[in-house]
T-cell receptor, first 111, second 117 residues
Framework: LAKTTQPISMDSYEGQEVNITCSHNNIATNDYITWYQQFPSQGPRFIIQGYKTKVTNEVASLFIPADRKSSTLSLPRVSLSDTAVYYCLLHSGAGSYQLTFGKGTKLSVIP | GAVVSQHPSRVICKSGTSVKIECRSLDFQATTMFWYRQFPKQSLMLMATSNEGSKATYEQGVEKDKFLINHASLTLSTLTVTSAHPEDSSFYIC?????????????FGEGSRLTVL
């Protein structure tokens, strides 16, 4: 599976927009980009998934440039409860849904 | 959305004993479930892929005789840590995909924290 690279940590004040960028230079043609959120002592929770361009749901937006070698998770107006680790992962849209987790980005939201 | 539930959420055992962790898909059938292990301040590491009705597939470095996986039904997979030792203390998490869903989203259980004394 292609490797992803994210910043180890980020800090943000409440109410700000947070953008977390993930690099995946070796992404395969059939790979989807998926983001998960994990709070301490809990299992990860799906946030958003995309293949190209932009995807938006009720909690986040995902921006993917044309070359798909990177992606940016955008969290609008973060609150203290958004403090968590965010993982960027790739998975093939067909066959195995096995996910390989990288180190993730520890987001700390400051009051 | 689909729910995956684990039990127990916390377990403490003595060294040398065996511990069973259950993972259930509550509102969908899962032919495949995944077991992860997470040490403090580290990422999730895939241990094995549990296949309903057949043997599990273990990742390199994971001892299949120590981490017994049984996936006897489409809604239940179990992980048994045999002859547990303090170094097996970790957070164990299972996940499954709803085959009826259009996305590749994996649903994760709440996790089970094992402490071996």
């Amino acid at each position: 599976l292609a490797k992803t690279t994210q910043p180890i940590s980020m800090d943000s004040y409440e109410g700000q927009e947070v953008n977390i960028t993930c690099s995946h230079n070796n992404i395969a043609t059939n790979d989807y980009i998926t983001w998960y959120q994990q709070f301490p002592s809990q299992g990860p929770r799906f946030i958003i998934q995309g293949y190209k361009t932009k995807v938006t749901n009720e909690v986040a937006s995902l921006f993917i440039p044309a070359d798909r070698k990177s992606s940016t998770l955008s969290l609008p107006r973060v609150s203290l409860s958004d403090t968590a680790v965010y993982y960027c992962l790739l998975h093939s849209g067909a066959g195995s849904y096995q996910l390989t987790f990288g180190k993730g980005t520890k987001l700390s939201v400051i009051p | 959305g689909a729910v995956v539930s684990q039990h127990p959420s916390r377990v403490i055992c003595k060294s040398g004993t065996s511990v069973k962790i259950e993972c259930r898909s509550l509102d969908f059938q899962a032919t495949t479930m995944f077991w992860y292990r997470q040490f403090p301040k580290q990422s999730l590491m895939l241990m094995a892929t549990s296949n309903e009705g057949s043997k599990a597939t273990y990742e390199q470095g994971v001892e299949k005789d120590k981490f017994l996986i049984n996936h006897a039904s489409l809604t239940l997979s179990t992980l048994t840590v045999t002859s547990a030792h303090p170094e097996d203390s970790s957070f164990y998490i299972c996940s499954a995909r709803d085959p009826q869903a259009n996305t590749g989203e994996l649903f994760f259980g709440e996790g089970s924290r094992l402490t071996v004394l």
